[in-house]
């Protein structure tokens, strides 16, 4: 956002007319309430423009049309989760891969539970999981397939190099799948256990059971990886 509005201001001083970067976010915020409530086809511009009080023509101005602002809101969140909670420091081969797999747990529950996360984020992520559109195919390429990438080179090096790529991949989104469930059946939990909004505060404790959970058994399938060649 803010490189967005210092080239803008460049544009400004160079005699062009600066788009309102206030306007922009306002925007994006009321579009992701109003797609969370009613997805892409119920929502209008219109309705769009009246919540985040905006003239109608904002919307063709800052994103080219609304299926241009539905792409930008999809993607928003997940660009200001990986840069407030970047992999790169994971990504590091000197480092143990089960330490590694801590962190890539504790970074991604980080994410998912960040508390300044809108909390219409959450519902309009399961939206496009159960139906995706093509806004979504772009977020998965440029932000989950990479950190995806994270996980499963994390895991081969536990398996071995020899573990074959299905196994590598049940492995990978079993593990994601355990910290999805803490974003999409967050109410569910809140309402089974109580205590949970208040555990959800510490992501390190969440990633800790799950590693907890799932080393054991990638240590097993890495030992009948070896017990086999053998």
Known sequence: ??????KRLFEMNAGTKEPDCETRARLLDAAGRVFAERGFNGASVRDICKAARANVAAVNYHFGGKAGLYSQVVAHWAAVARQKYP??????PRRAPEERL???VRTILNRMLDEERPLWHARLMAQEMASPTAAFDGVVKAFYRPTIEHLRQIIREILGRKANDEKIDRVTFSIMGQCFYYLHARRIIELMSPEFPRIAKDAGKIAEHIIEFSLPGLRQLARKKRTTRK
């Not at 956002?1 to 210092?6: F, K, P, R, Y």
């Not at 992999?87 to 590091?92: D, F, L, S």
Request: hydrophobic residues 60%; charged residues 20%; negative net charge.
């Open 1 to 6: 956002m803010l490189n967005i509005c210092l």
């Open 87 to 92: 992999m790169e420091n994971i990504a590091a």
């Open 102 to 104: 801590r962190d890539f």
